[in-house]
């Protein structure tokens, strides 16, 4: 029997460790699940049946096009990430930048944001680039997407309001949103207060680490190729939109939707795909629901939100898959 009191504390912790990772791991999907198992539910077999003769009828023509923005987009990404590396005097290649955005990407579909620190230690591992430092440049793109995100809500809500506020009413856990906005930001309180008065070594060890995280997060405002980081960020987030509409194409009944109908899916779609693990489940549920505010019928919808986001998976598992082969290949001297 272990009586050693801190081998008995680094062996709890290493057991709360391993819950909270696959925690992180199984709840995003048995919610996702879940919303699969919900909605199908629903359905009679003749409407079940309806969904699988789209599958079997859809024009995949422009699903292979979607999937070319997208390689695209991720190029895009990829080089954007050089500026504010260069901007730290750092060096890295674009083909490393891209297989590590991919792998990244990849990652995302297992551990929620997992993708995000893989990034970094991949970067890290490849080209010298501290960690902090690196995933510093990853958390700057991050409130940058987020920003745009916001931009793409007002324009969705400016187009048509009350239909977005019906179903942000109707369809979204407002109330637990907020609950769990209150908890963030106490907790967040909370580590500021730590952050700031603790005067411990491992809180200034913490110190030293979000140092280098800032420089990487501010090395967007003062690179001087800030206005090539703006392109790409335009160009990655058309590569998205851009994406989503050619989809709007696989099928005669969503061939004709309004660019209201084509905003306010595209919003809802990043917004679960960024917030869940890369929408499992919850994307092709929450494009159903939207659909229906603009007459096109759930079984449509159904079809619709699955088959762009398995194409969409597709492209990032391939591309995720061939990194992780190439990237030690190509990098073995290192």
């Keep these: 029997m272990n009586t050693d009191p801190i081998q008995n504390v680094e062996e709890s912790a290493g057991v709360k460790a391993k819950i909270t990772y696959w925690a992180s791991i199984i709840l995003p999907f048995l919610v996702g699940l879940f919303l699969v198992i919900y909605t199908y539910i629903q359905f009679t077999d003749a409407q079940i049946e309806q969904i699988k003769n789209y599958f079997k009828t859809a024009d995949y023509f422009y699903i292979y096009c979607a999937g070319i923005v997208a390689v695209l987009g991720n190029a895009s990404r990829a080089y954007r990430w050089k500026y504010s590396l260069a901007h730290m005097g750092y060096a890295s290649s674009f083909t490393n930048n891209f297989m590590a955005v991919s792998i990244g990407y990849l990652l995302n579909l297992t551990v929620p944001k997992s993708g995000e620190v893989s990034r970094a230690l991949l970067i890290k591992k490849y080209n010298a680039v501290p960690f902090d430092k690196a995933f510093g440049s990853i958390v700057a793109e991050r409130v940058i997407?987020?920003?745009?995100?916001?931009?793409?809500?007002?324009?969705?809500?400016?187009?048509?309001?009350?239909?977005?506020?019906?179903?942000?009413?109707?369809?979204?856990?407002?109330?637990?949103?907020?609950?769990?906005?209150?908890?963030?930001?106490?907790?967040?309180?909370?580590?500021?207060?730590?952050?700031?008065?603790?005067?411990?070594?491992?809180?200034?060890?913490?110190?030293?680490?979000?140092?280098?995280?800032?420089?990487?997060?501010?090395?967007?405002?003062?690179?001087?190729?800030?206005w090539a980081y703006f392109f790409h960020t335009v160009f990655i987030w058309f590569s998205y939109l851009a994406t989503f509409y050619l989809g709007i194409f696989v099928f005669?009944?969503?061939?004709?939707?309004?660019?209201s109908?084509?905003?306010?899916?595209?919003?809802?779609?990043?917004?679960?795909?960024?917030?869940?693990?890369?929408?499992?489940?919850?994307?092709?549920?929450?494009?159903?629901?939207?659909?229906?505010f603009y007459s096109i019928a759930e079984t449509?919808?159904?079809?619709?939100?699955?088959?762009?986001?398995?194409?969409?998976m597709l492209v990032v598992v391939a591309l995720g898959a061939l990194s992780f082969i190439l990237m030690p290949i190509l990098n073995r001297k290192k």
Excluded at 269 to 278: C, E, H, K, L, M
Excluded at 305 to 312: C, D, E, L
């Design 145 to 226: 997407d987020l920003l745009v995100l916001f931009l793409f809500v007002i324009w969705a809500i400016s187009l048509q309001f009350e239909l977005v506020q019906k179903f942000i009413l109707n369809q979204l856990p407002v109330n637990q949103i907020i609950l769990l906005c209150i908890i963030v930001l106490t907790g967040a309180g909370v580590a500021f207060y730590l952050y700031r008065y603790a005067k411990s070594n491992w809180m200034q060890n913490i110190r030293n680490k979000v140092a280098g995280l800032r420089e990487g997060v501010l090395s967007v405002l003062y690179m001087k190729d800030k």
């Design 252 to 259: 005669p009944e969503t061939s004709h939707l309004p660019l």
């Design 261 to 292: 109908a084509v905003a306010s899916s595209f919003v809802v779609g990043s917004i679960a795909v960024a917030f869940t693990n890369s929408g499992f489940g919850s994307y092709p549920f929450l494009i159903a629901k939207i659909l229906l």
């Design 300 to 312: 449509t919808g159904q079809a619709f939100g699955w088959i762009v986001w398995i194409s969409q």
